[in-house]
């Protein structure tokens, strides 16, 4: 892999856009510093309107500035993760958010304990517009609010709410020890990066050879992942326990302004859609030739070739463009310019010691995003592309259109705009290619992107909700019990009791290989994002939903409303039954499509 300083650096993203000397950090983070020290001598002085607007705005801009300084140190630190001073600067940042966090802690508790007629006042006066939101998420949690003490003690406790979930990703990225294997003549480690590439293999004795090397590796550490993972699951419920929610799954709902039903409405409709899953295992198993499929065949595929067309950053780039080709002429330029390296925004290609994976950060409200990509030139670069530029233009629109206090879109729509693009760019490339076996991969490669995120997650979930009811029942999270837990929720999505799938004992650990498990109630936004993406993206496609309805109900939006009316806003209504029709009729088409190429 090349060092950085041999890339060509108009590959690589801007972070001068953000600042441009030490002197503009510097006066930064004196407003921030300034800003802290000032926060505290409003207390007792926040049912003056002057006062609190005054309030507001302080806390907001010193937040607004204090998002820039944290995208410019991650930014810098994850091209280049041997440099101490980025990371350095990262904890510097970090410390005046938790200092920002309880100096302005009292604001909310004294809020509430105002008359709510004050609180209505506040929020509806026009002065107070670019804050509506604030005001609706304060009189939403009112009941969950604490006193402004206990408020000040939860703010700092916050800096260790994930001290199991940094204990389990260290311990699993570098103290645990794989066996070493032997795969066509070569020894290797059984690490991740082996399972990954294996697991998929076209020889079924390689794939279970490193399915059990793999997974005896997490067996032989379940009792202590087991402990990791209680005590982040009892740390979310305690939490919750203690802001006087039902439980953590009331406190996830609230959170996102959801019905209460919301969870268990999504699982039963994808419950209901799980004969579609059990058809492709069908065929699987007959196109695969096996007797009895197992768990260890479930990443390898039916299409054996079409994945050998290289993808350059220009054809990714050019092919991206052209899915876009029936959205808005303002839409098709900005995602062009998004695209252009000249432009900053993209860091384009892998080099030693730049973190793996792709993302987008679009926190710095003032600047574009940024989006970090390891391009490979072949199709999963070109889709990861797509992908993150989904995300870049959200962020794009919503910070241009929405006030800073209103522009950070929520976590359950944030998979959405991403999906979308990964949808529109398969389909275009299905819509021209004359070539069957590039047809083959893309079909499957679709069908996989549905089992993988709508049916996997939704499975996730299931286990995730299963253990919390454990843990809020008092009892103790126990290897065999989440063995047991998630084991049964494989066999239900796997059709094991119809004979399409056996999940040996072994496998069923595999709930300690997954990092989501470490985040609140987190997995279903997966599902609520492929299910509303593929709504949006097909309705675009055919007419059914402007693009501009797509783009100024949804991509300007922000989180300028809750999460399901700007859904519904952009076209697709989450608590009826058509989205999951729709991906039902979509999985089955294209499976069918796929079943006659075969």
Known sequence: MKKREEIDSRNFWQTEHLYKNDEEIANDFSLVEKATAE?????????EKSELLKALRLSSDAMRRLMKLQCYADRNRDVDMSVGKWHELCGVVTAAQTKMAAAGSFMEPELLSYDEKLLLQFRNDPDFSDFSRYFDAILLNKPHTLSPNEEKIMAHFGGISLGEYETYSTFSSTDMKFPE?????????????????????????????????????????????????????????????????????????????????????????????LPALHEYLDLKKKVLKLDEQRYFDVYATMVKSGNSRVFTYDDSKRLVNEAMS??????????????????????????????????????????????????????????TLAHEMGHAIHSYYSNKFQPFEKSQYTI?????????????????????TDDKEEKRFLLNHFIEMVRSTVFRQMQFAEFEDAIYKKVESGEVLTPEFLNDT?????????????????????YKNEWAFVPHFYYNYYVYKYVVGFIGALSLAEGVRSGKIPAEQYINGFLKAGCSKPPLEILKDAGVDMMSIEPYKLIEKMFVEKLHQLKELL
């Open 486 to 506: 998630y084991g049964k929720t494989l066999s239900r999505y796997y059709g094991e009791e119809y004979g399409l799938m056996k999940i040996d004992e072994l």
């Open 181 to 273: 294997i032997e795969i066509d003549g070569e020894k290797m480690e059984a690490n991740i990066q082996t399972y990954a590439k294996y697991r998929q293999s076209d020889d079924r004795e390689t794939r279970k050879k490193v399915f059990d090397a793999f997974w005896s590796t997490y067996d032989s550490y379940k009792n202590s992942i087991a402990k990791m993972l209680h005590y982040q699951t009892k740390y979310y419920a305690t939490v919750a326990k203690i802001r006087n929610y039902s439980d953590a799954l009331d406190a996830e709902m609230k959170a996102n302004e959801l019905p209460f039903d919301f969870y268990y409405t999504l699982r039963d409709n994808v419950r209901a859609i």
């Open 326 to 383: 029936c959205m808005t002429p303002e839409y098709r330029e900005a995602i062009a310019k998004a695209m252009e390296p000249e432009n900053g925004w993209v860091d384009i290609y892998p080099n030693e010691g730049k973190v793996s994976g792709a993302y987008m950060e679009g926190m710095a409200y003032d600047t574009h995003p940024y989006v970090l990509l390891n391009h490979i030139d072949d199709y999963n670069s070109a889709s």
């Open 412 to 432: 359950f729509v944030a998979e959405v705009a991403s999906t979308f693009n990964e949808i529109m760019l398969i389909n275009r490339l299905l819509d021209t």
């Open 39 to 47: 926060i505290a001598k409003f207390a007792g002085r926040l049912n």
